[in-house]
């Protein structure tokens, strides 16, 4: 069920669908296994002092199999290795994969994820395609210093995504005028958090993206140049966005990572100047509220979530502005589907714990969560119309190894048709 990186697939039917979801789970039931490693046989990114003299490691193939009207036919496989540490948790996952695509040709993934402490983890994505595509990324949180009170984060990335799509502005931009381009970005986000009492947190942020708009990889979608130009869509001839960030956070949730009870909101202020080598004067202003509430010793938890996102400023870059679309807001379309100078969202979900079973001296939860997502953007929230949003429904199909594993599969329903979502990572 783990298919790095997360990309968007689109099914012309359900029965593709569920055969993505089937497949992974024939891979592990007939192909994985478990073997027990000398420590010092093994690379020390790999091991921490947290693990014992004799390693156990889970070997897990998996194939890689894909089809969408907009990549075509994707094809290839992973092999996922689970190193775990003295209390029998994931201390690293390591997920080297090959594909291949008729629009981006073959592609060589390594991805990486490292949990040394309990108050540190570190995550690398190394990708390269023969044709256009490629996404180098470093991620590492650490909550350890200042007596726990402090947490760091700092993702740093360079990509290039030939399957980018832009539909126009507004909520109703139809279909028709789909247009393909490849977003070219480079950049870095910085952020440090300090815990302010038992529930309440300030954080500090910068954000810089550096972005070059090309020619798509997908042959039979027009060019955005072709349909769009500079006058009418800010930042398509590329752009750079820099942009310090103020958040105040209230939390009790009883988990960061893997919540199952408690309540979240946080108030977000981020504006971008020329003064600071971005592209113009804007500001982003946010607000998102979470809450999980749990049934049956967390056998049944209901999520909510209510999200606000404001842009204001002049000629802001398209991809700068307020958007919906994708694998964590509107889960019945692709990614940026929707774009305009603010949008609220609302996410319900129910996660079920079907059963917990132990494969291959691997213990999983595996979860069933029916959902819906409405949402829609608009020019201001005053200005919202109720025939504008956007009714998504659907269901995912989740595998949790505690405490930090979450692989997903989550599918929903749109106007355009039905949406598949691969990857790691509860939505929200």
Not at 6 to 34: D, E
Not at 66 to 72: L, M, R, T
């Amino acid at each position: 069920m783990i298919h790095i990186p997360t990309m968007f697939l689109r099914f012309p039917n359900i029965y593709k669908a569920a055969m993505l979801c089937v497949l992974p789970l024939l891979a592990v039931l007939l192909g994985a296994c478990t073997s027990f490693i000398p420590r010092s046989k093994l690379p020390g990114p790999l091991t921490s002092s947290e693990c014992d003299e004799k390693v156990k490691v889970v070997t897990v193939p998996l194939p890689v199999i894909a089809s969408s009207p907009n990549e075509g036919i994707t094809a290839g496989a992973l092999t996922a290795f689970l190193i775990h540490n003295k209390q029998d948790e994931i201390n690293t996952l390591l997920a080297p994969q090959v594909n291949y695509n008729d629009n981006f040709g073959i592609t060589t993934t390594l991805y990486g994820a490292f949990y040394p402490t309990s108050e540190r983890s570190i995550e690398i994505n190394l990708s390269q395609s023969t044709k256009v595509n490629h996404d180098y990324e470093f991620k590492i949180k650490d909550t350890s210093l200042l007596n726990k009170k402090l947490e760091l984060n700092a993702f740093i990335f360079k990509f290039s995504d030939g399957s980018a799509r832009f539909f126009g502005f507004q909520a109703k931009s139809p279909q028709q005028l789909e247009s393909n381009y490849a977003d070219k970005e480079m950049g870095f986000n910085l952020s440090a958090g300090y815990q302010i009492g038992k529930f309440y947190q300030i954080v500090l942020g910068d954000r810089y993206r550096d972005v070059t708009i090309r020619k798509g990889a997908v042959g039979k979608i027009p060019d955005i140049h072709d349909r769009f130009s500079e006058a009418t869509v800010p930042g398509i001839n590329g752009f750079t966005a820099h942009s310090p960030r103020l958040s105040f956070i209230y939390s009790t949730l009883d988990d960061s990572e893997m919540p199952t009870f408690g309540g979240y909101a946080r108030a977000t202020l981020e504006p971008s100047t020329k003064a600071l080598g971005g592209a113009g004067d804007y500001r982003h202003y946010e607000a998102e509220v979470k809450g999980f509430i749990p049934l049956n010793k967390a056998r049944y938890i209901s999520v909510f979530r209510l999200m606000y996102n404001q842009t204001l400023g002049h000629r802001v870059p398209f991809l700068e502005q307020s958007i919906l679309g994708g694998e964590n807001t509107l889960r019945g379309y692709g990614r940026n589907r929707f774009i305009d100078n603010s949008f609220f969202l609302c996410n319900l979900e129910e996660r079920i714990r079907l059963f917990r079973w132990e494969v291959f001296n691997v213990t999983a939860d595996w979860e069933l969560a029916p959902f819906v997502d409405l949402g829609a953007v608009m020019e201001s929230l005053d200005k919202a119309q109720a025939n504008n949003f956007e009714f998504n429904p659907g269901v995912g199909f989740r595998a949790i190894v505690r405490p930090n594993i979450v692989g997903r599969v989550d599918m929903g329903i749109g106007r355009d048709g039905p949406a598949i979502f691969v990857g790691l990572g509860y939505p929200f």
